[in-house]
């Protein structure tokens, strides 16, 4: 049974009021949040240092009882986001300019080092060569080796050492050497040389002047005898008289070389093949075992350097008769 209103206190009034009132409010933030329409709740300071949670506010101004509480935190401005993006940047260039700056240091110091060992090395070759020494008889007399001359064209005649590779200071020295005496023939000087490899067999003459060319292969004067401790050195050329030697660069270590004298024939087998500059004349140097050295121009019908083939005596068949 309802009581009028007149039997309601004025307590039961305000309360039945309040909860009314709390009840729409509730209803139509409700509708707002559907709609998108509410503000998040804040965390704002009260009268008294106080601090605690305000009411939804709808867009349309009006305060919401009703929602949950949000942060206090908003988003930072763009400038300062690109102040802290700039400062991100100046720092990773000092760090890179510091790390050049370290590796520029490293690199000096190791030139610096390698400068004070180079001048190190000067100033002890300086010194040593100060020092008097006894200078040793030269053992071989010649300024180029044997064989040069220029390529051959037709209807020219053969043109011997004065060759455009020759520097000009030996020229004098090749005009006034001398070749030594042509010695008396024997049985103990090479006969004949004989390279099965790339089917040689030619006579061996004293001397590698032009002239003894002519004849076949050319036995330096005063070069190891067949058998004998020293090197026998043997020339003779590539694209002219008989193209005796055209084919010393197919030859390979083990190739056999067989050199005949008038009583014996000696057996050398190769271990080095190589080219040279024409004023290389050290390839020629003895030997204190038995040895011998093919040589003569190369390439072929060009004649600026020279073909190198070195070989070791190995030994001889016993009673073999040249």
């Known amino acids: 049974m309802t009581r009028g209103i007149e039997k309601f206190s004025v307590e039961e009034l305000e309360d039945a009021l309040l909860k009314k009132r709390q009840a729409q409010r509730q209803s139509r933030l409700a509708r707002l949040q559907a709609q998108g329409r509410v503000l998040d709740v ?9 601090s605690g949670p305000v009411a939804p506010v709808a867009m349309d101004g009006i305060p919401q009882t009703a929602g949950p509480a949000a942060g206090t935190r908003r988003t930072p401005p763009r400038w300062r986001w690109l102040a802290n993006r700039a400062l991100l940047l100046v720092e990773l260039a000092a760090l890179i300019g510091f790390l050049v700056l370290i590796v520029a240091m490293i690199s000096s110091i190791r030139e610096l080092n390698a400068d004070a060992a180079a001048l190190a090395a000067e100033r002890s070759a300086v010194e040593q060569a100060s020092v008097a020494a006894p200078t040793a008889e030269p053992v071989i007399d010649l300024v180029v080796l044997p064989g040069g001359h220029r390529p051959p064209v037709a209807g020219r005649p053969i043109v011997y050492q004065e060759v455009g590779f020759i520097p000009e200071h030996l020229l004098p020295l090749i005009d006034a050497y001398v070749p030594p005496p042509i010695p008396t023939p024997s049985v103990e000087q090479p006969r004949q040389i004989v390279i099965p490899a790339i089917d040689v067999n030619a006579p061996v003459v004293q001397g590698h002047e032009p002239e003894q060319l002519k004849k076949g292969v050319g036995q330096a004067i005063g070069s190891a005898m067949p058998g004998q401790d020293g090197n026998m050195v043997l020339s003779a050329h590539n694209d002219i008289y008989g193209e005796i030697f055209r084919h010393l660069d197919k030859l390979e270590p083990g190739d056999e070389v ?11 087998v190769i271990n080095q093949i190589f080219t040279v500059d024409p004023t290389a004349v050290e390839v020629m140097a003895p030997t204190d ?34």
């Not at 030994?315 to 008769?321: N, V, W, Y």
């Open 258 to 268: 067989v050199v005949s004298t008038g009583r014996q024939s000696y057996t050398y």
């Open 289 to 322: 075992y038995a040895s011998l050295t093919l040589i003569s121009c190369y390439p072929y019908l060009v004649n600026n350097k020279r073909i190198i083939v070195k070989a070791d005596l190995v030994d001889p068949p016993a009673g073999r008769d040249g």
């Open 42 to 50: 804040t965390q704002v300071p009260l009268p008294g240092g106080r």
